[in-house]
């Protein structure tokens, strides 16, 4: 099971850390991608991270400003959003997928995920 949560309402600019926690399972070898969904627009993928958290992969939509990251100890994984803009309003999802490889990140369509989380709303007023 995967726990969304840091959303919230921010102005643009801010700066917002979202977390996503596993529990009930051990998520050993998963990679973790987060993903969005904005109103009336599909799921769309925003950064997979491995399972050693080597490798990494960000939409170009948010590359540079958004940084993924794990804490493999917690079994949890990291968004930290910055310079915000009121497009990137939309709830974020997290979710996992077993790799063979420490090395290799997740897929960077939604069809590929094994589990999903909640999600969690992230609002950017202009």
């Known amino acids: 099971q995967l726990q969304a949560s840091g959303g919230g309402l921010v102005q643009a600019g801010d700066s917002l850390r979202l977390s996503c926690a596993a529990s009930g399972r051990t998520f050993t070898k998963y990679a973790m991608g987060w993903f969005r969904q904005a109103p009336g627009k599909e799921r769309e993928f925003v950064t997979t991270?491995?399972?050693?958290?080597?490798?990494?992969y960000y939409a170009d939509s948010v590359r540079g400003r958004f940084t993924i990251s794990r804490d493999n100890a917690k079994n949890t994984v990291y968004l930290q959003m910055s310079s915000l803009k009121p497009e990137d309003t939309a709830v974020y999802y997290c979710a996992a997928v077993w790799r063979r490889s420490d090395y290799t990140q997740g897929p960077l369509t939604d069809r590929g995920y094994d589990y999903w989380g909640q999600g969690t709303q992230v609002t950017v007023s202009s």
């Open positions: 991270i491995s399972w050693n958290g080597v490798s990494t």
